[in-house]
């Protein structure tokens, strides 16, 4: 259990539902992003952990009794989570501001909250979701039935940890599978602190386990033969990795990685109100979000209107201490990521892009700020309009008609977002048909947790949210019979 009230410090692992000593002594020690100072440390799982967490989990799926439970049995038992989490929003979100820079506003309401409601949104799906059905075959009458997948490793990363735990875990459960959740070793205090929650719950020994490491642990629950399938989001480099091991193994797998997301402002657009969108859906979470909407496409016509509102508006964001609420940008979440994002705007101005506002140099004597950054004159072959930066970083590219708007919005590794901004929304409809991503929006880009997320091309595989994200934990059967079959 946490060592003290705040959950910056673990001893142990949540294994099986039960907590234990991790089998090595290593620990991992996460630093403040704003104060540069160690807040707390969680121990470093290892093989054997990994181990025992797949075999609990293996022997809680095969020979347990949550698979055979009613669904409305499992389902309740989420609702009790749910009600349970739901008294600490607040508590959990200042707990991912602390972890990794998130701005509180947006921690409660984009982080906290937002996994809140992520947890009834999946039940709400469930309750019409088609578990038992009939359809009459060649052969005579089908049953058909989803059944779980089995036992699932839910690997996530640091940027909304657990928005990004909660539409793995939660339809998993629902569905009767067994989950290991493995967070970010950035992020390891809000899933041990959910650990706790489950435990609260009272599920049954066996269904949930949450193991803190960093990639070696990853790479054993994805080798594991113990794992049926795996749920990651991250990056596309690692999620073609565990793509190769799990199809190796022919272990279910699904994926939602990275993007480079296009803004295509339309010359009907209102610029004040496009501007005002594009604070959000390009800079949330201080641009650590794979939806970021971080290419601006606008025509030669409307270019420097845009650049300059956008350079106005981002001059005027607040860069500072993320637990203050006035805060519009925090730090970024590691010196690591601090530097990366260094290099991009270096790359940048190297490749012969114009710097209209902000820069490499951090705006803080301590912390791992990065200032709002604009560019211009930029080309889509460039690192800054091709690459995945993860920082508050907007790079503007200018398109002659719409269908070259459509060309540079399509000319990307990615698919997983986008957004276009027009006075009709009738031809904002078809401009959306021609651009090859997962979800996207008409004069707004904001995830909509109860319709299907995920990507194109190297974006990912798979769907989370609604019935669709139900469908990524169960398998089909089918069951035919020589005679007459009950009713439903």
């Not at 003290?4 to 290593?26: M, Q, T, V």
């Not at 590219?397 to 459509?406: G, I, K, S, W």
Request: proline share 6%.
């Amino acid at each position: 259990m946490a060592e003290n009230p705040d959950h910056c410090s673990y001893a142990e692992l949540f294994i099986g539902g039960r907590w234990r000593k991790p089998a090595a002594a290593e620990r991992i020690t996460v630093i403040s992003p704003h104060t540069e100072e160690p807040i707390g440390q969680v121990p470093a799982a290892g093989d054997e952990d990994v181990d025992a967490a797949v075999t609990a989990a293996r022997r809680a799926f095969d020979d347990g009794p949550w698979p055979r439970l009613a669904l409305a049995e499992r389902m309740g038992k989420v609702a009790d989570l749910a009600a349970i989490y739901g008294r600490h929003i607040d508590g959990m979100a200042d707990l991912i501001t602390a972890e990794m820079g998130s701005p509180r506003s947006f921690s409660r309401l984009g982080q906290a909250a937002g996994a809140a409601s992520m947890m009834h949104l999946a039940l709400a799906a469930a309750r019409d979701f088609p578990w038992v059905e009939r359809r009459q075959g060649v052969l005579g009458e089908a049953h058909l039935r989803r059944a779980p997948v089995g036992v699932v490793g839910a690997i996530v990363p640091w940027n909304v940890p657990q928005c990004l735990i909660m539409p793995k875990l939660i339809p998993a459960l629902i569905a009767g599978c067994t989950v290991i959740v493995k967070p970010a070793p950035e992020t390891p205090f809000d899933a041990l602190w959910l650990a706790e929650l489950v435990e609260q719950a009272g599920f049954p020994e066996g269904v949930v386990s949450v193991i803190t490491g960093g990639p070696s642990v990853g790479e054993a629950l994805v080798r594991h033969r113990g794992i049926d399938k795996i749920a990651f989001t991250g990056s596309s480099a690692t999620g073609r990795r565990i793509a190769a091991v799990c199809g190796e193994q022919l272990k279910r797998v699904s994926l939602e990685l990275g993007g480079k997301s296009a803004a295509i402002i339309l010359d009907d657009a209102d610029i004040t109100k496009t501007v005002t969108g594009l604070k959000t859906a390009s800079l949330m979470n201080n641009g650590q979000a794979c939806v970021a909407q971080t290419r601006i496409l606008v025509s030669g016509r409307r270019h420097d209107e845009v650049v300059d509102a956008l350079a106005t508006m981002m001059s005027s964001l607040r860069v500072g201490d993320p637990s203050d609420d006035a805060t519009d940008i925090g730090p970024l979440v590691a010196q690591r990521q601090q530097q990366r994002v260094q290099d991009y705007i270096r790359s940048g101005q190297k490749e012969g892009a114009r710097l209209v506002i902000g820069g490499e140099d951090s705006p803080a004597e301590r912390g791992w700020y990065v200032l709002p950054t604009l560019f211009t004159d930029a080309t889509n072959d460039m690192r800054i309009a091709r690459e995945e930066i993860f920082g508050p970083v907007l790079t503007v590219l200018t398109y002659e008609d719409e269908d070259e708007a459509v060309r540079i919005a399509n000319d990307s590794d990615y698919g997983l977002a986008g957004s276009v901004w027009t006075a009709d929304t009738a031809h904002g409809l078809e401009i959306a048909a021609k651009v090859r991503t997962g979800t996207y929006g008409i004069n707004m880009y904001m995830l909509d947790i109860s319709t299907p997320f995920g990507g194109f091309k190297q974006s990912g595989l798979g769907r989370e949210f609604g019935p669709e994200g139900l469908d990524e934990y169960v398998e089909l059967q089918s069951v035919l019979c020589n005679g007459k079959l009950p009713p439903l």
